[in-house]
């Protein structure tokens, strides 16, 4: 059973940073690729970034530039790091872990960006 735990969620004011960990229960170089999502009230899930295991990246528009998703394999980890914080970007975020078609997820971690 694969266990995915977020951790570095928080209350920030505009313009600060956050960094996000997740944390897997197996070695995450099994999966083709480690992703975060977030979920803020009354839309839809959506990806803000993932990291393939070989190495390339991909960004949600609206956050390119500011985040980045980087992955220790030695750790079981990958993070995602926030700068230049927006209220916008308030929103419940979602660790997944990718494997052709399974899929896991952790419990999620709040941000609250306060303008």
């Known amino acids: 059973q694969v266990q995915l735990v977020e951790s570095g969620g928080g209350l920030v004011q505009a313009g600060g940073s956050l960094r996000l960990s997740c944390t897997a229960s197996l070695s995450i170089f099994i999966f083709n690729s480690m992703a975060w999502y977030r979920q803020a009230p009354g839309k839809e899930r959506e990806l803000v970034a993932g990291?393939?295991?070989?190495?390339?990246?991909n960004y949600v528009d609206s956050v390119r530039g500011r985040f980045t998703i980087s992955r220790d394999n030695a750790r079981n980890t990958v993070y995602l790091q926030m700068n230049s914080l927006k209220p916008e970007d308030s929103a419940v975020y979602y660790c997944?872990?990718?494997?052709?078609?399974?899929?896991?997820w952790g419990q999620g971690t709040q941000v609250t960006v306060t303008s």
């Open positions: 997944a872990a990718l494997r052709g078609d399974q899929s896991y």
């Open positions: 990291h393939a295991r070989l190495g390339g990246t």
